[in-house]
């Protein structure tokens, strides 16, 4: 019986503190908040274990910093996790997206159907104002993404056209703004030409491409 009520005790105090750190977050302005866009299209080529540490650092830093997208590509049925948001539905980080990425189903990938989702979802959860000046103190655009997804030219459906839809090349060179890439170790890619030589209106300067997983 008391160890009912201590996990009862336990669970009360982590959801009591959990509402805590979302008012803090509300209570300060969009200045001193950081923004997050989190896309993932999980296959073979990705560590398992380095993709969930990865995902799990994102979240730990949006519940203390600011509004945060994660984006699980999954054809045409995504799974969608916002934290720091009205609808707020962080339970599903755990429940549904690590599950998701710890079974490591590697669905196929719908490159049109998630540009065009995407640009909904930041459309209706804005980054940046009327004025096309980021709001948020820091904005963080983050692409964890394995060998298929380049191989299948999802990189050119997706990451391209959101570099050049949404401006960034206008945000890049500032200091508070990222646009990262994260791949396999191993993956057949040149760092400094991801996009190849073609380089569509340069934007191999600018897409920062990290092999961590």
Not at 203 to 211: A, E, G, Q, S
Request: proline share 4%; net charge negative; glycine share 6%.
């Amino acid at each position: 019986m008391r160890r009912i009520s201590l996990f009862f005790s336990i669970l009360t105090a982590l959801f009591f503190c959990t509402l805590q750190m979302m008012a803090q977050v509300e209570e300060e302005s969009p200045a001193e908040q950081s923004f997050q866009f989190v896309y993932i299209a999980q296959d073979h080529s990705m560590s398992v274990q380095a993709l969930t540490e990865q995902l799990r650092d994102v979240y730990n830093h949006a519940i203390m910093e600011g509004p945060t997208i994660f984006y699980l590509s999954r054809g045409t049925n995504p799974l969608i996790v916002k934290v720091n948001f009205p609808d707020d539905n962080r339970g599903d980080f755990d429940e549904s997206l690590l599950a998701k990425v710890t079974e490591q189903e590697s669905p196929s990938v719908d490159g049109g159907f998630d540009k065009q989702q995407i640009l909904k979802l930041l459309r209706e959860n804005n980054f940046v104002d009327e004025n096309g000046h980021a709001i948020y103190g820091r904005t963080d655009f983050k692409f964890y993404v394995g060998q298929s997804f380049w191989t299948m030219g999802n990189h050119e459906a997706v990451i391209a056209p959101l570099y050049f839809e949404l401006d960034i090349a206008n945000f890049i060179a500032e200091e508070t703004f990222n646009f990262n890439v994260y791949c396999p170790r191993n993956i057949e890619l040149d760092n400094n030409a991801p996009f190849g030589v073609l380089n569509p209106d340069g934007i191999n300067d600018d897409i920062r491409l990290n092999k961590i997983l």
